[in-house]
């Protein structure tokens, strides 16, 4: 346990670096968050006023949407780095070192969960600029930077599993692309659920997006249901679960396709 740990942190020590000298990415993954605030907000104000609308104004609704939809795109692109790694030959040297296979997905989740934090803390100054309130404070931003996270990690070992199996930018991008969309708007982040139609609220049901947007809404609102919110933040750590899994099948598949 503690070499796993060990290597683990050297590999998020590496990434963390390579961030640095990169910095301009959060800002980069900022700007479509930052758009959905500032012209979401205004633009769908009057949707608050729609009777059964349970948030007290829209950028209360909209904000820990925006958190976890950043989170979902930040996760889901992580795999890129992956292929510039392949295609430089840094995975190859990584498999023939004594490093624990996890090690290089865990590493990536932990720096994944940095960038996280930082950009959901950026977008929830923002937020509370705007006007949203968050009703049961720390706890709830706590709830709300764990689902994010948890949503994240599970993207980010998805990402770089399929990269692994993929190895072309090309083929990664048009495969997140086809997924990640259409779990985005198959959501309530932008419209309550009630609002939405049949269709769509069945299929919110399975959508781990969704988990983590009820998990998080509800941790910052009044009336919170903390039974839903346990339940959800438990669907979103089996599913990292799962989705670790599938990143350390993908290194057998590698392996075996070399």
Not at 9 to 26: A, F, G, K, S, V
Request: aromatic letters at 10%; proline letters at 3%.
């Amino acid at each position: 346990m503690s070499e796993l740990l060990s290597h683990s942190l050297t590999m998020t020590d590496r990434d963390l670096r390579r961030l640095m000298r990169q910095p301009w990415w959060i800002v980069v993954t900022l700007v479509q968050p930052v758009v959905w605030l500032l012209l979401f907000g205004p633009l769908f104000k009057s949707i608050a006023n729609i009777p059964g609308f349970q948030a007290t104004s829209y950028i209360q609704f909209l904000t820990p949407g925006v958190v976890i939809m950043t989170a979902f795109f930040s996760g889901g692109w992580n795999g890129m780095a992956t292929i510039d790694d392949l295609n430089r030959g840094v995975i190859d040297r990584l498999l023939v070192s004594p490093l624990r296979r996890s090690s290089f997905f865990i590493g990536h989740v932990l720096q994944t969960s940095v960038s996280i934090v930082i950009q959901a803390a950026i977008i929830v100054v923002l937020g509370y600029a705007l006007g949203a309130h968050y009703v049961n404070g720390a706890l709830g931003l706590l709830v709300l930077f764990t689902a994010a996270i948890l949503l994240g990690g599970a993207l980010n070992a998805v990402s770089n599993g399929l990269a692994l199996i993929f190895r072309r930018e090309e083929t990664l991008i048009a495969t997140l692309n086809v997924f990640m969309l259409p779990l985005t708007f198959l959501s309530s982040a932008f419209m309550q659920q009630s609002l939405i139609p049949h269709w769509m609220r069945v299929g919110a049901r399975f959508n781990p997006l969704n988990w983590a947007v009820i998990a998080s809404r509800e941790a910052i609102s009044s009336g919170t249901d903390w039974n839903s919110v346990g339940t959800h933040l438990g669907l979103l750590a089996g599913l990292l679960v799962l989705c670790m899994a599938f990143a350390m099948a993908s290194v057998r598949i590698y392996q075996r396709s070399i």
